[in-house]
């Protein structure tokens, strides 16, 4: 019955394609997806290789093996290309280039030839939606006269007409523009779901501005698979096209965009930064992560009192009191409506959001409670650089680059990496003052070299748990989860992972107290603990199972 829902649930994806866009299904998505471990590089704060107090492309070259060596076969890069750095890349001059602080298109093509050689996957951030106000696409759009530049922007026709996300400013043509975020980030033209007439900067998707800036997004991308490149996070995916309630002209033109790819590019992946798995994968990208919004339960999981999103309580927490419920009822609809077309990605962290080292969340025993959960969930892993030490959120960061936003300071997740302990961590050899941001004075006792000496590190739990994953059916990308936690048991996280025959039972007990739950399994008369296991016990009965957990504790188990 379970082989016959799934693909049902398949089928049902399916025809949804179909019915969303008339365009059939897509093609499957590579089969490397299915094996990836994805790293994820913030590549000023990784590692310099030339002495200037900024990470590059070679300093990632340097750290291939390292990355290969933890269990990571993929690699997502944020932006690299040329920027105003105004919002630390994320504001694009030429989507063609790589920023010289960097290094050169060069260099990015030996990274994607000597990651390839060491069978790892290189994959970069598309900042699809808007540019630079310093791109030369937007000067000309400024300009009086028409040209090729002028509708690749929403332009108002008057600059005393000012709606909401629309910026003012001394320019040529008479008018404001839209703004994506910051005022330096001008929105690019992909047009309008529903249209007002009335106003005349909002134009059909179909319009003839709209239809370029869909091909050159098209040209961008196959510009860099042709140098090598595997793929592409995009940013705000769901967010292109304007004034789509329904998403209709969205589905349509990722749809347009998955069809060339995969044309041209059959082993590439297009990934979405959308937060809602369900709706990217329908629109046509394979992977979408369970990020800090649209209501995903991830930020009850882990947000404290401490970091760029801050909540009360949360559940993985010495207090105890938090509920994994919210997340619990999300996975569930996420996996049940993605099915076998694509994939869901549940980062450790990444650079908009704190690190699971945060606040009163500081030990490496409750690190460990964080990791041994989120490698043991379905979908596709992705360590965020710097986490899989323990590296912390740091607070009180001055504003680089844009970092600060309403909600708190975005730097104190991008910080150096912390290699050894020689000066600047290993990061770099300038001057401190000259270091991209400051690096953690803690780093003297977290670092790479330290715990790649202690086989009891949160580094080698790590890089554990990623290996009994990929040599795990059961703790695949595709393995079937039940949780068994009610709104009345919250503590410990118990539930199961099953595929083919293979069962795993998983307890993970965040909070300062012990805990103990009952569970019915049915044809269990044994369990086997893996060694990535801490402070729990089980006992079999009659299928009957007793699970007792330490404070700060987790366990896997195979079920015989």
Not at 84 to 98: E, H, N, S, T
Not at 174 to 188: E, I, R, V
Not at 269 to 290: Q, S, Y
Not at 353 to 375: D, I, W, Y
Request: charged share 20%; hydrophobic share 35%; with cysteine.
């Amino acid at each position: 019955m379970k082989a016959v829902k799934r693909i049902l649930l398949a089928s049902t994806g399916l025809l949804l394609a179909v019915g969303a866009w008339g365009q059939g299904a897509f093609k499957p998505t590579p089969k490397w997806l299915d094996k990836a471990a994805f790293y994820q590089i913030y590549p000023q704060s990784f590692k310099d290789s030339d002495g200037d107090g900024i990470g590059d492309i070679n300093g990632i070259i340097q750290k291939l093996d390292y990355i290969k060596w933890l269990g990571c076969n993929a690699i997502w890069i944020n932006p690299c290309f040329e920027s105003a750095f105004q919002d630390a890349g994320y504001d694009v001059i030429d989507f063609y280039k790589v920023a010289s602080r960097y290094g050169t298109n060069e260099d990015m093509r030996r990274l994607f030839k000597e990651a390839h050689r060491r069978n790892m996957k290189v994959c970069l951030d598309l900042v699809a939606g808007h540019t630079s106000i310093e791109s030369p696409w937007f000067k000309m759009s400024q300009q009086r006269e028409r040209n090729e530049y002028s509708d690749r922007y929403i332009w108002t026709p008057d600059s005393t007409i000012k709606p909401e996300k629309f910026v003012t400013g001394v320019f040529e043509r008479n008018g404001t523009y839209m703004k994506n975020f910051f005022d330096c980030q001008p929105a690019l033209n992909y047009g309008y779901g529903q249209p007002d007439p009335a106003n005349v900067w909002e134009q059909p998707t179909s319009a003839e501005g709209p239809q370029k800036t869909r091909k050159e997004l098209m040209k961008i991308m196959d510009y860099w698979m042709d140098l090598g490149c595997d793929g592409f996070r995009v940013d705000l995916a769901s967010s292109l096209v304007k004034k789509d309630p329904n998403l209709t002209e969205t589905y349509k033109l990722w749809a347009e965009v998955r069809n060339h790819f995969q044309s041209k590019h059959p082993k590439g992946v297009l990934i979405a930064e959308w937060g809602n798995p369900k709706r990217a994968i329908k629109a046509g990208f394979m992977v979408d992560f369970i990020i800090q919004f649209g209501g995903s339960g991830y930020n009850e999981l882990f947000f404290n009192k401490e970091g760029v999103f801050r909540k009360d309580t949360c559940y993985f927490d010495l207090a105890g009191n938090g509920s994994p419920m919210k997340y619990i009822a999300n996975i569930r609809a996420q996996l049940d409506s993605v099915a076998n077309n694509g994939y869901v990605c549940i980062p450790t962290s990444n650079h908009d959001f704190q690190r699971p080292h945060s606040g009163a969340r500081n030990t490496t025993e409750q690190l460990k409670c964080v990791m041994a959960f989120l490698f043991t969930q379905p979908g596709v892993p992705l360590v965020y650089y710097g986490d899989e030490i323990g590296m912390r959120y740091i607070s009180n960061l001055p504003n680089k680059e844009g970092s600060v936003v309403k909600r708190g300071n975005r730097a104190g997740s991008r910080t150096p990496m912390q290699w050894d302990l020689s000066s600047n961590a290993g990061f770099s050899t300038a001057l401190p003052e000259n270091i991209y941001l400051p690096v953690d004075a803690a780093a003297t006792q977290i670092n790479v070299q330290s715990q790649m000496a202690n086989t009891k590190s949160l580094l080698h739990f790590t890089k554990q748990l990623l290996a009994l994953r990929a040599k795990s059916k059961a703790l695949s990308h595709r393995g079937e989860i039940k949780f068994y936690n009610t709104e009345a048991k919250s503590y410990p996280l118990v539930y199961t992972r099953q595929m083919n025959g293979e069962r795993y039972l998983i307890v993970i007990n965040p909070s300062g107290a012990k805990q103990r739950m009952e569970v019915e399994l049915p044809l269990v008369a044994s369990v086997v603990k893996e060694p990535v296991s801490e402070g729990v016990a089980v006992a079999v009965a009659n299928s009957r199972l007793t699970i007792d957990s330490e404070p700060t504790s987790y366990g896997v188990f195979k079920l015989k």
